[in-house]
């Protein structure tokens, strides 16, 4: 049967546990749309000596070392996965592929709040993690905007706090209550009511935040709360049990509910940052490779008895 391992997906997650596989001597393939969820950023940080690197570069350092093992990568969509001969059957944009294990590694998606000028500068002075992008905006003038993601919103704000001490939320079309209102402001941080019609942009940068009724808020930069949403489609097609918050559930090396099915990084896990996706991306690779080496040894001992039988 085809490959050992079908990775849908080539982020870090994903090309972890196919290098972990490639030199465990496994045939394994990469399918990868291409997108990687941080490829609006010109940097990434907090991955371990690879500090300021380009996301790109560090997939093109991740894709060669899968190379030099002989692990194999197609630039193409994963449509659907099914059973077939007690192995999967992987449908991409180009064809199919047949292995006996898959990992799905898609990522997520970031869907932004409806406000004019924020996906025009997202990844650069619009960003949502202050782990990520913090301390690059250290002591600019934030502003904190209200959107879909109600506790993650207001959570960001009064943490941002710690990389600037002027910081303004915008709770935009979010409903305080008094003592939501009462905490940040405590935290030192000013709280302007009022629709956010639009974020200002002047020279290429963020220069402030306009309401609906024409007042404007100099800022350097923006923080909101995406709606964090799994590309979970092809875990879900396979029946793999999902929990209440609506993910996918998996155990810790990313086993899902289907047997010879696992799951790493974002798409089952929404804060996982580079490193800890690649983590999960490699405890997987192992977890798979065990997977198959009890299937190597189920099927010698049939095979064995098999031979025992006849030579009786
Ligand atoms: C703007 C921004 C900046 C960030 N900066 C940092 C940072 O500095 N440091 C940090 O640690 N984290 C950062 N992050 C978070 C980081 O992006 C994630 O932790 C990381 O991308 C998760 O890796 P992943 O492999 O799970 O998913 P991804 O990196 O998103 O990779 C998933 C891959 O799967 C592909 N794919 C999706 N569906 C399919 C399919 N059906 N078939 C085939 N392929 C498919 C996608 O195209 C993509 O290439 C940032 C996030 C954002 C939004």
Redesign the pocket.
């Known amino acids: 049967m085809g490959y050992d391992v079908v990775i849908?997906?080539?982020?870090?997650?994903?090309?972890s546990a196919a290098v972990l596989l490639a030199r465990s001597r496994r045939g394994v393939v990469v399918?990868?749309?291409?997108?990687?969820?941080?490829a609006?950023?010109a940097?990434?940080?907090?991955?371990l000596s690879r500090d300021g690197m380009s996301?790109a570069d560090l997939?093109a350092a991740g894709r060669d070392e899968l190379a030099r093992y002989g692990g194999e990568i197609v630039s193409?969509?994963?449509?659907a996965i099914e059973r077939a001969d007690g192995g999967f059957a992987v449908r991409?944009d180009g064809g199919d592929l047949n292995a006996r294990a898959v990992l799905v590694?898609?990522?997520?998606r970031?869907e932004l709040p409806a406000i004019p000028g924020v996906r025009e500068r997202?990844?650069a002075d619009v960003?949502?993690?202050p782990?990520?992008?913090g301390y690059e905006v250290r002591d600019t003038a934030i502003a904190v905007l209200g959107g879909d993601n109600r506790p993650f919103t207001l959570h960001q704000a009064s943490l941002v706090r710690q990389w600037s001490d002027d910081v303004v939320f915008f709770p935009h079309r979010i409903v305080m209550t008094d003592e939501e209102r009462e905490r940040l402001v405590a935290r030192g941080i000013r709280v302007v009511d009022g629709e956010v019609a639009r974020l200002l942009v002047d020279g290429g940068r963020v220069s402030g935040v306009e309401l609906a009724d024409g007042t404007a808020v100099p800022r350097e930069t923006a923080f909101v709360g995406p709606r964090f949403v799994p590309?979970d489609?092809?875990l879900t097609g396979l029946g793999c049990a999902v929990g209440e918050n609506g993910w996918v559930t998996v155990d810790g090396s990313g086993r899902t509910s289907v047997p010879g099915v696992w799951a790493?990084?974002?798409?089952v896990?929404s804060p996982?940052?580079?490193?800890?996706?690649?983590a999960?991306?490699s405890s997987a690779g192992i977890a798979l490779n065990h997977h198959l080496l009890a299937l190597d040894i189920d099927s010698a001992v049939a095979a064995c008895r098999v031979v025992s039988t006849v030579d009786a």
């Open positions: 849908a997906g080539g982020g870090a997650a994903g090309l399918l990868d749309a291409g997108e990687p969820r941080n609006p950023a940097h990434l940080h907090n991955f996301p997939l193409a969509r994963a449509l991409h590694a898609t990522g997520l970031d997202w990844g960003v949502h993690c782990y990520c992008h590309d489609g092809l790493a990084g974002n798409v896990d996982a940052q580079l490193i800890t996706a690649a999960a991306g």
